[in-house]
Structure formats: C-alpha cells, structure tokens
T-cell receptor
C-alpha cells in the first residue's frame, strides 16, 4: 500500500537559515507527489507538485523539492527561511482517482 | 476566483448530538472531497464525489457519517450521533476533474469540530 513518511514532526530554524523538510514515499508505481502548507486556522495551500516532467520542482514562496527515485524521497527546501514561513507542511501522495494520502506533517518554527 | 467556502468555521457539540457541515466548491469544479484532520495528523479522505456521484467512500464511517452532493455543486457532511473521537477539522476540497492523479486539489478553510 502507498504511504508517506515525514521525518521530524517539528523543525526549528533561524531566520535566514536553510529549510529542509523530509518526505519519503512508498509506492510500487511512479508517484505523483505534492507539498502543501497550512497556516494556523486555514486550509491547505499547494506549494508545489511532482508530475514526472522534471525531478527538481520549483514552487511558490521560494520553495523547491527534488524527486529522487533511488531514495524514494521528495524533500522540500528553501535556501533562506523567513518568519512568515512558520506553518505546518504536509507531503502527500496521489493515489487512484486523485485520492491524496498525506504524511503526518512537519511543523516549522522560525526564530529570529 | 472565489475559493472553496465552508461553514460553520467552528462547532462545539456534546456527544450523541448531530452536526452538519456545508461546503461550496470552486465554480465549475466537478470533484469534491471531504477530509478529516485529527490533531497532530495529516488529513484523511472520507469521501470523494464526482459531480453528484460517489467515487470513493471507503474510509467513511457509514454508521454515523453521511454526505450528499445532490445537484453536483455544494455538499453537506453529517455526523449522527457524534462521538468524542470525531473531534477534528473537517476540510473540503475541490478539483476540476477527477481520475487524473496530478491534478491539484484546492482546500477550504475547514470546520473545527469539538465534541464534549
């Protein structure tokens, strides 16, 4: 069965530091993968998605993610964290009929 | 373009009571999804509609949860009777079509339910 694992339920970085949020998937077929962000008391907003067109995917707000088939990973990065990046981030796998299977989420804290 | 609308935003009920949530998807979107997000977990799909037909309801607790999308536009999710473990955020999402795994889902702000 397909599954998504996000390593680290909480990540804390300094403003201006590199952001790295980890996501690994389990699937027997080529995946479609997504990163969503959730700000407090809001719904989920798409950051970026992998659809097999390119392994390095650029998204909104300076985020990008690299698909590595050999490592079954789709880690999210941003070179320089801003205070406004503090939120919860979800990695998701798209199964049949576009059913999204989410990881447990990683809460990102950014401190001055 | 207006986003996905949900109401109410917050609801507090006692166990064994009933509750209903409403969702209006983005105009023209054929597919509507209801997700349950328990605190500390990722969202879990409860039910998926394409137009007014059910595509997937395999994880919907049918003994207490029901959902409908009668005219293929807005949708209602009901819980009757509610249990303590139903406390969660209920998210509605929509997408243009369905069956395409790369398609983006657009989420509403959610309804936060607390069952006492």
């Amino acid at each position: 069965a397909q599954s998504v694992t996000q390593l680290g339920s909480h990540v804390s970085v300094s403003e201006g530091a590199l952001v790295l949020l980890r996501c690994n998937y389990s699937s027997s077929v080529p995946p479609y993968l997504f990163w969503y962000v959730q700000y407090p008391n809001q719904g989920l907003q798409l950051l970026l998605k992998y659809t097999s067109a390119a392994t390095l995917v650029k998204g909104i707000n300076g985020f990008e993610a690299e698909f590595k088939k050999s490592e079954t990973s789709f880690h999210l990065t941003k070179p320089s964290a801003h205070m406004s990046d503090a939120a919860e981030y979800f990695c998701a796998y798209s199964g049949g009929y576009n059913k999204l299977i989410f990881g447990a989420g990683t809460r990102l804290a950014v401190h001055p | 373009e207006a986003g996905v609308a949900q109401s109410p935003r917050y609801k507090i009920i006692e166990k064994r009571q009933s509750v209903a949530f409403w969702c209006n998807p983005i105009s023209g979107h054929a597919t509507l999804y209801w997700y349950q997000q328990i605190l500390g977990q990722g969202p879990k799909l409860l039910i998926q509609f394409q137009n007014n037909g059910v595509v997937d309801d395999s994880q919907l607790p049918k003994d207490r949860f029901s959902a409908e999308r009668l005219k293929g536009v807005d949708s209602t999710l009901k819980i009757q009777p509610a249990k303590l473990e139903d406390s969660a955020v209920y998210l509605c999402a929509s997408s243009v079509t369905s069956g395409r795994q790369e398609e983006t889902q657009y989420f509403g702000p959610g309804t936060r339910l607390l069952v006492l």
